[in-house]
Every structure is written in structure tokens, then in C-alpha cells.
């Protein structure tokens, strides 16, 4: 899973309420009283570090054949893929490429596999 914030995954999976409403509106508390700074993610920048980081991790290990490497984005944002696809796949390079089937990332909404590898 893709992350654009840590613990993102947490709450995607039910397990953290820190993207709750209730939460974004303690954040914004907190920002207008100049406690905390307002948390942007850029595709381009942290989300593509994040993901490239991921399947780097992934590629140093064996998985046997057949096998397809599926990263699911759990960003509240429809990231375009396509838009950082020749740069994610410049930092993914490796010697090593255990998944004969492929690398893909699949957006949130589950419509679009985009190919990586």
C-alpha cells in the first residue's frame, strides 16, 4: 500500500481514526492557533518517495513464479500514476526483479492498474 501521510495504511485498514473528520478538525484547531503547520502531499514528491521506497524493499526478496508485485493506493487523492510513471520507474530500477508477472500499482478506487515494471 502507497502512503501520503504516515499511518495512512493504518487508516485505510480501520485501524487509526487520524484521517477522520473529527481529526482534520482538531488539525485545523491546531493550525489556525500556529500549533501545527497545514500538511500537504505532492505526487511528485513525498507520494512517489513513499511508493518507490516500497517496492525497492520488495524487489531484495523471492516470491517464486507466477508472482505479480500489486501496490494499492490508499491516498484520499485519485493520483494520476501516469503523470510520475517514468520517474517512479528510474527509482525502481534494480538488477533484481523477483516478480515475473509484474509491478502495478491499482488506485484507490480499484478502476486503473498502472504498470510499473
Do not use: C
Not at 493550525?31 to 525497492?56: M, Y
Not at 501496490?71 to 533484481?96: C, N, P, Y
Amino acid at each position: 500500500m502507497t502512503e501520503d501521510r504516515p499511518r495512512d495504511i493504518q487508516a485505510s485498514l480501520g485501524r487509526s481514526n487520524h484521517r477522520s473528520v473529527e481529526a482534520l478538525a482538531e488539525h485545523n484547531k491546531r493550525v489556525a492557533e500556529g500549533k501545527e503547520k497545514p500538511q500537504f502531499s505532492s505526487l511528485s514528491g513525498n507520494v512517489l518517495a513513499q511508493a518507490a521506497d516500497r517496492i525497492n524493499e520488495k524487489l531484495v526478496k523471492s516470491y517464486g513464479q507466477n508472482t505479480a508485485l500489486v501496490v494499492r493506493d490508499t491516498s484520499g487523492v485519485d493520483w494520476d500514476w501516469d503523470f510520475v510513471m517514468e520517474e517512479l520507474k528510474e527509482k525502481t530500477k534494480s538488477e533484481r526483479n523477483p516478480f515475473d508477472k509484474g509491478v502495478w500499482i491499482l488506485n484507490r478506487a480499484k478502476t486503473k492498474l498502472y504498470q510499473v515494471i
